[in-house]
């Protein structure tokens, strides 16, 4: 009897000691981000011109992010095609992809437009001046948007690298993924023999950067914290009230997006997307910080295999979307064109608008190749459509920074519904992780 008395507490003693401890609610980071960015909102308010100061903060958590982004998609897509073993298994899961992006997209753009008419948004900013300092931005966007890519042999030259590290230097992210295919195909290429420690070394420098990852996350708070104080202190109340009917139905329309088209398209395949929200929230806070989808294509590119996509899928689709699939990007173009016609009294006919839909099919996927991001692929498209007034650029660039909050984050909810809807068509869905995922 005391022998077994004494082998039942080794027992409970060993799951004891075998059982996670439950770690505290202060180290969640989905929390430090959150109280993050309502510091950053009251510093920006009460002492605007320190909370201008801060943006270094955000500048430098962004940097530290990028510099592992191209290497870890590199890595990533690499060792997936070889895990593939199957040229044709890779090809197959592309085609599906390009077709979804396209067809996802499309309704974006249209839904923008249509959204923007029902709204009138545009229409009460008659008389709203823009402010300097936004016109100043604006101006330097428009420049950049004058050498933007913006027929389609110029964007498909673009996607093709001619330095294997320039492409990496310059954060090519298209660039890298080509790279990575070309490689992935020629490692398998090789014998077994001299693929196994090529794809070992692989995987140990990828689990590598992992950690690094891990590393930069923890400095997320602080970077959340510069950048929303920067944001409020430099924009101040008064552009935030003239521009909040713009800015709040903006809002709406990705909210709208997100449960209505992307609710829709999970529903289809036996998804929950408010269960699929919820298993991201960190990385949608995050994202509501820091505006920049970069900044959890890491933490999504390892989280997305627990959720059931198999790794190559996620390593494939994932980056891919961040070029061809950008949905928020897609709204905020389509409405933001309804909104500078409608505030400087431009009619548009429905073969205009069309017209210009079809222009901005082309120029939103370079808003991963542009430097400057989703409003200087904008001001490509204003300046492409040769009807919308370019002085209007000045307006929507005062509360841009607001705007790509939702953005940004809507294309990151995008991609995510897209790698798993993808990885369910394609034959790569692990259904019994997502049902031990799923359940609460």
Known sequence: ?????????????????????????????????????????????????????????????????????????????VVGVVAAGDIKRVGKVGLIAMIYFEIVSTIALALGLLFGNLVGVGKNLDHVTAPATAAKGAAAATKAAATSHTTFDQFLLNVFPDNFVGAFARGELLQVLVIALIFGFGLMALSPEKRAPIESGLNTISTAFFEFIHIIMALAPIGTFGAVAYAVGSNGTAVLVSLAYFVLTFYALVILFIVVVLGAVCAMFSINIFRLLRYIRDEIIIMLGTASSESVLPRLLE?????????????????????????????????????????????????????????????????????????????????????????????????????????????????????????????????????????P
């Open 1 to 77: 009897m005391a022998a077994m008395a004494t082998t039942q507490r080794e027992d409970i003693a060993l799951e004891q000691t075998v059982k996670p401890t439950k770690k505290a609610l202060w180290k969640n980071l989905g929390l430090q981000v959150a109280v993050s960015m309502i510091l950053g909102i009251i510093v920006g308010l009460v002492w605007p011109e320190f909370g201008a100061s801060l943006k270094i903060l955000g500048d430098i958590f962004l940097r530290l992010i990028k510099t592992a982004v191209a290497p870890l998609v590199f890595l990533t897509v």
């Open 303 to 439: 989280k997305l295999p627990a959720y059931g996509a198999s790794k190559q899928t996620v390593g494939l689709v994932l980056p891919t979307g961040y070029a061809f699939n950008l949905d928020g990007t897609s709204l905020f173009m389509s409405m933001g064109v309804i909104f500078l016609a409608n505030a400087y009294g431009v009619p548009l006919s429905w073969e205009q608008e069309i017209g210009i839909l079809a222009i901005m099919l082309l120029t939103s996927k370079g808003a991963a190749t542009v430097s400057g991001g989703s409003f200087v692929v904008f001001a490509a498209t204003v300046t492409a459509s040769g009807i919308l007034p370019v002085d209007g650029l000045a307006l929507i660039f005062g509360v841009y920074r607001f705007l790509s909050i939702a953005l940004a984050t809507c294309n990151v909810i995008g991609n995510t519904v897209a790698t798993v809807v993808v990885a369910k068509l394609a034959g790569e869905f692990d259904e019994t992780a997502w049902k031990r995922v799923e359940t």
